[in-house]
């Protein structure tokens, strides 16, 4: 069996304190790492499989299968990608580290685990489309194939949503209220 992994970055719309959390698994068009881009329709066939099966793909840290960190409750394809849902077993060690990696942003990627059923190659973009997939998991990783994709946002506390830009913000603007703090001490013992 030719298994492939491919990494996309894990777009975070929520987080949930149940440790749920949405995301795209895969976004059509993009040229990965890999030099491969998913055309839109690939996961069609894995999908409906996995629904007459009753079943998901595997919840994975880091692809190993030794590893299962939850379930996927929901997949789909929509106009960009592969929109998952998964919920985390927080009462892991890896589960809930993994909780705690994505409320910081630490962990911000998704990789998919699949076996190529058809592609074609794109002589113009030098890269090879992916058409078909068996897909049979998704995992967090730490360094997605498509770099340009991060966390959108994270959801902290019931209704308090905080997006990596609004984070990164607040730190900067505390660390500068620090420096602030501190010269001004300065001053003030001469």
């Not at 009462?91 to 990696?101: C, D, H, I, P, S």
């Not at 995992?139 to 997006?163: D, H, I």
């Not at 990164?168 to 603007?173: T, V």
Request: hydrophobic share 40%; net charge positive; glycine share 8%.
């Amino acid at each position: 069996m030719d298994v492939k992994h491919m990494s996309c970055a894990l777009r975070v719309k929520t987080l949930g304190g149940d440790g749920i959390f949405t995301g795209y698994a895969s976004v059509f068009g993009e040229l990965d790492q890999q030099n491969e881009i998913v055309a839109a329709g690939a996961f069609a066939r894995t999908l409906s499989k996995w629904r007459r099966q009753n079943r998901t793909p595997a919840l994975l840290w880091m692809h190993d299968p030794t590893q299962p960190i939850g379930i996927w409750q929901s997949l789909r394809e929509d106009s960009s990608g592969l929109m998952v849902e998964g919920r985390l077993a927080l009462r892991t060690q890896k589960g809930a580290e993994a909780y705690e990696l994505l409320k910081l942003g630490a962990l911000t990627g998704l990789s998919i685990g699949y076996r190529v059923v058809s592609s074609r190659i794109d002589a113009k973009q030098k890269a090879r489309i992916l058409t078909d997939v068996d897909l049979f998991e998704i995992s967090l990783v730490t360094f997605p194939a498509n770099e340009a994709a991060r966390v959108s946002e994270v959801k902290k506390r019931e209704g308090e949503k905080v997006g990596v830009r609004e984070r990164l913000d607040a730190s900067a603007l505390s660390q500068a209220a620090n420096r602030l703090r501190q010269a001004a001490r300065i001053l003030t013992e001469k």
